[in-house]
């Protein structure tokens, strides 16, 4: 479904990703680790049209990605949920959900999407009325991925979606991750918590310093003792 083959990206003459290659199949959860600053940010970004490929082949469904705008990309069936939320703090829930469905081929599926979203985190439906900026950090979460949700994307980019929230709502957040997955949704998650990425994921990659520098299933690379301490922070 998606493939990465010596992706490069750089921010003017600093480079952040390196020759990076990975690949998320059909219904596959894959994520990405390493430390901070390691490039996965950037990674998803570039995945999602929001940053230029400097070198490198980026292919979805066998379309090339590089040179698409974002909402291009997001009509091939790729849906961000972005570090930090990114709402629209003085729009209501459901005017923030709507957003999602703005593309034409989404409009027609609206309703039942809504719903869709509103069942997964019923919350969302008592607090629809009520502008986003208001709502605690794990309902903002809720309404960056029903946001993501709204599109129906085939590829749903989840880039550190454990970021600040309590652990009560780190597990809800993850449950919701695996019930996307076994609903059919393909996954590619970037995740400051490893052993919560690990746990769910397929595959995983592990970046550092914009490189890829090893992959495998979480069993195989649990295994490795220096990528246990180096950089998946687990002794």
């Known amino acids: ?7 490069q990206v750089a921010y003017g003459d600093a480079v952040a990703l390196w ?7 059909d219904g596959e959860l894959v994520a990405v680790v390493g430390p ?7 990674l998803i970004n570039t995945i999602a049209g929001l940053l230029p490929a400097r070198g490198g082949r980026l292919r979805f469904g066998g379309v090339d990605l590089t040179r698409l ?7 091939r069936g790729i849906a961000i949920v972005p570090e930090g939320r990114r709402l629209f703090p003085g729009m209501t829930v459901e005017e923030n959900l709507e957003i999602g469905a703005y593309a034409p081929a989404a409009r027609t599926a609206r309703d039942a999407r809504l719903e869709r979203v509103y069942a997964m985190f ?3 439906r008592e607090r629809r009325r009520q502008a986003a900026g208001t709502l605690s950090g794990g309902e903002q979460q809720m ?5 993501a949700l709204m599109a129906g994307p085939r590829l749903l980019l989840l880039d550190e979606p454990s970021l600040g929230l309590a652990p009560a709502i780190v597990d809800h957040v993850f449950e919701t991750v695996e019930t996307l997955h076994r609903s059919g949704t393909s996954v590619l998650l ?3 918590n490893v052993a919560r990425a690990l746990a ?8 550092v310093e914009g490189r890829t520098v090893s992959a495998g299933t979480p069993e195989a690379l649990l295994r490795e003792p220096h990528l246990r301490s180096a950089y998946l922070g687990v002794p």
């Open 122 to 124: 019923p919350i969302l």
């Open 1 to 7: 479904m998606l493939e990465a083959e010596g992706l």
């Open 200 to 207: 769910v994921a397929g595959r995983a990659y592990v970046l």
């Open 69 to 75: 705008a974002p909402h291009q990309v997001s009509s």
């Open 143 to 147: 309404v960056a991925i029903g946001r």
């Open 19 to 25: 020759d990076v290659s990975l690949t998320v199949g």
């Open 190 to 192: 970037v995740e400051q």
């Open 36 to 42: 901070n600053g390691s490039g996965k940010t950037t």
